[in-house]
Structures are given as C-alpha cells and as structure tokens.
C-alpha cells in the first residue's frame, strides 16, 4: 500500500488563484442565453444599442482572453468545509489570501483593496480582512468547496437595506424592492440581476440576496478531485472554460433590501439560495427631437478648440472620439480640488473619462493597457464645475450619469456628459490606440493617464450644454411607472 502526499495548503492557493481570474473573464452560459434573447425582443434603439454593445464587448472579452470588465472587485470567497477537512480553516483562509494576491501580480490585474479612510492601496487586492470569506460547515464530511465571488465597490454602493415593521407585509416588501431598483438608476452596470433576502438581522438579510442573484437558472456542474479536496466546476469541459456570472443588482429586503451590480463570480460550487432574476438593465432614453430632427451622428476629435463642438451635441445623439483623452477618477480629482495640487496637464477643451485601468508596467517603464473601462460617475459630481470653470474641461464620460444638480452649472459652462455602456471594458480598450502618459503613479491605479484613441464609442450625448438629460427624462418616467405599479400592490 503506497500513499501519496498532498499539499493542501497549495491545492486551495492555486484554486483561489484560478477561481478569482477565471471570474473576471467568464460569462455564465445561461446569462449568454437570456442577453440573446433580451437582444432579440428589444424594440427601441437606445436599448438595442446597449445590448449590442455587451454582446459586442463579451465576444471581444471572449475572443482575446481578456477580463470582461475592468473592475476586478474585491474577492468574496464562500467556502462549505467538512467537519473531517483535514485543513484548518485558518489556513484555508491563508491560502485564500495567499492566490488571491497572486493572481493580481501574476494577471497584472488592477488592486482595488484601499484604506477606508486615507485611500492608501493596501496590498495586491488584499488587506485587512481581505479577502472576504463566508463560511459554511458540513457534518459528516471531508471535502472542500470554493466558490469566488469578485464584488466591484461600484455595485456595492447600489446596496440597500430597510428595516420593516410587522404591519407592512408582503407588499412593504414589494415596494422597498422597486423603489431600490428604481433609485439605483442607471447606475449599476447592465444587466440588472434582483436578489432578495427576507428575514434574520440586518447583516444576515443582506447575506441572504447574494445567493439568490447568482443562483443558476440550469446548474451544470462537474466535480475534480485531487487529494482531499474536492472543488465543483460548471462546464469545465468547455474549451474556453467555465462561464461566469457578471453584473447584477441585489435587492435584499424586508429586514433587509439591498440592490447591488455586484461582479458576481463563477458559480464553481453548489450555490444555495433562490434563483436570480434577469432584469436587463436598459435604459429607456428617449429619442431626442429638436425641431423635428432625429438624433443625429457625430466625430469629435480631443482636445477641442472650438466650442461650437460641443453646443451642437443634443441629448441623445451618438458620438465617436478621435485624438485624446484623460483618465482620472476620485484620488485624481480630491487631490486636485481637496489638495490644492494643480493637475499635471492642461485640460482646457478636454474629454476625462472616469476609469481606473488595469495596466502592466514594462521594463521601459511604460504602461502596457490590459483592461480599461469606465466607473460610476455619480459619486464624483461635486468637482464638475470646477474642472469646467477652472480648467476649462469640456467634456466628461462615464457610467450612470451625473444628478441633476450639476445639470445647470454644465450648461453654463459649456460642457456635455457622454454616457458609455457600463462593464464594456474588453471593447472600450480595443479602441484606445496607446497608454501615452501617466503621471501621479503614486496614486496608481487612480492616476492621471493620456490615452491616444480611435473611434473610442460610439458614445451618447447623455447630458448636453443645452440643460437636457436623458438621466433626468428616463428617470422621471421611471418614477411615474412606479407609481402605477405601487398602486396596484
């Protein structure tokens, strides 16, 4: 009898390691199938566009390896242990760690894991309690199960949560779910996924609608075993590799309501919980008229030197970039107004994208591009008057769009808001020809970056330097429709 050693330590690091980079470039064959046939039951053009635009940018993903979104998000890991596991769960957790930081430095991807209060990066996507892991132990078992789950911050700040009373009932429930949904907006990335936990404490509702948004629809699962440890596979027979789940909003409620466009991982493993809900998030923008005219085409070529270029935009027209263009994000942009530092390049006539890229740095040191996609615009709407007044910003593009505050100051200043398809990072990065500058590397990845761009788009006009905003229009009737639905509760 002969007996083989196994190291389980490392058998868990390189399935996290696995796990956390296949989540970042695979789509879950069910939700491939309810986005072809939301493609083909779509009657009006902007949402014809948006799905295109993700079936387009999944194809890309798919045909160049590359992550599907750029956000890498932080890595959620749920792990059902078996009582005789011969592993102790400290140095499960361990492991854990030890591939999820791994694999950022060896996929060069981009480490999202910061300090809560200074923003200083913390490690490679790890940190303090990073990264995160729920665990579930079996009576009467020796196994191990892993499933990763790469939560973006993006979708984490969609997550709501309401405590009801008693006498709201059922439909206290049903109305906190579309209200969350609806108050979320455009701000999570397409397709929308409703998860819903009811019931337990706060903490625990809000567990509980994580399961529900990545149950699967048709689970197919495969199961490899090496040594002691057994982790389950969807369609690992597949050439190109399981498929994984992507963007979708949470809603727990009751005790709990919690929307959220969480990057929701592979489902390696048996996932408890009810089945998801596919709600493509399309947005309804209206087909904007102005004097008769449909919305019309343009090419604009940055930085501008004629303001002409931009007062000719109207909301919903469609735009494709040509020239160049400035990433920044928060970090950029706090250091800038909070700071007193003054930005290292001339901005006058300029187009800033929200992002925060994954990049690679060569040995020349330049900046190899990897993933590069757009973030959530929102929380950065208090430095859009200054960067137009003081610096001469002209355009800024981004996921969600910007509140209505800003709506007023933008049309006094000239300046228009692109919106762009929200997780479309494999295809945005397609069209930017060369990462030319990045300065504030300190800062990385919220940097300040010069990207050379061709045909980068097509792009929406989504708020013009007229006071017309799609974002304003869709929501206003969103909330009308919700009113209709909440009266028939």
């Keep these: 009898m002969s007996t083989v050693a196994t190291d389980l330590s490392g058998v868990v690091e ?181 998860g819903v936990g009811i019931g337990g404490t706060a903490d625990y509702a809000m567990y509980l609608a994580k399961p529900g948004r990545y149950a699967q629809r048709r689970p197919a699962r495969r199961r490899a075993r090496g040594g002691a440890v057994r982790l389950a596979e969807r369609d690992g027979n597949r050439p190109d590799g399981p498929r994984r789940r992507r963007h979708g909003s949470a809603v727990p409620h ?29 947005l309804d923008r209206r087909h904007c008229l102005r004097s008769g005219v449909l919305m019309a085409s343009h090419t604009i070529t940055f930085p501008i030197t004629d303001s002409q270029e931009i007062l000719q935009l109207r909301a919903g027209d469609e735009v494709t970039v040509q020239g160049h263009i400035i990433g920044i994000r928060d970090r950029t942009q706090m250091r800038i107004f909070d700071e007193g530092v003054e930005p290292p390049l001339d901005l006058n006539g300029a187009f800033l994208l929200h992002t925060a890229p994954n990049v690679r740095k060569l040995d020349n040191g330049c900046y190899e591009k990897i993933c590069i996609g757009t973030t959530t615009s929102a929380r950065m709407a208090r430095f859009t008057e200054p960067l137009g007044a003081q610096y001469g910003v002209r355009a800024i593009c981004g996921k969600g769009g910007f509140p209505d505050s800003v709506i007023e100051s933008m049309a006094s200043l000239g300046m228009v808001y692109f919106a762009i398809v929200g997780g479309a990072a494999a295809l945005e990065t397609t069209q930017i020809e060369e990462i030319e500058e990045v300065m504030w590397e300190e800062l990385m990845p919220e940097c300040f970056w010069k990207f050379r761009v061709k045909d980068f788009g097509s792009l929406t006009v989504g708020i013009d330097a007229h006071g017309n905003s799609l974002y304003h229009d869709v929501q206003t009737r969103a909330n009308a429709k919700l009113e209709e639905i909440l009266a028939k509760l």
């Excluded at 993006?154 to 049903?174: H, Q, R, T, W, Y």
């Excluded at 009751?254 to 399309?282: E, F, M, N």
């Design 254 to 282: 009751r005790a709990c309501g919690h929307a959220y466009d969480a990057q929701s991982g592979r489902c390696q493993l048996p996932v408890l919980g009810r089945p998801s809900r596919l709600r493509p998030h399309l």
């Design 14 to 194: 390189d399935a996290a390691a696995h796990l956390y980079v296949w989540s970042l470039k695979d789509i879950p064959q069910d939700l491939r199938d309810a986005l072809t046939a939301a493609r083909l039951r779509e009657t009006s053009v902007p949402g014809k566009r948006v799905l295109e635009t993700i079936h387009r940018n999944v194809e890309i993903a798919d045909r160049d390896g590359n992550l599907v979104c750029q956000d890498t998000g932080i890595a959620v890991y749920t792990c059902r242990v078996g009582e005789h596991f011969p592993l102790h769960p400290a140095r499960i957790y361990e492991s854990l760690r030890n591939g999820t930081a791994r694999a950022t430095i060896e996929h060069s991807l981009r480490s999202n894991a910061v300090h809560t209060i200074t923003r200083e990066n913390t490690g490679p996507n790890i940190g303090h309690r990073l990264p995160i892991v729920h665990w579930e132990f079996v009576e009467g078992w020796d196994g191990l199960d892993v499933k990763c789950v790469p939560k973006g911050s993006g979708s984490e700040n969609m997550s709501f949560l309401k405590m009801c009373v008693p006498a709201d009932g059922v439909k206290g429930i049903k109305r906190f779910v579309l209200e969350a949904i609806v108050g979320a907006g455009g701000k999570p990335c397409p397709p929308g996924i409703v």
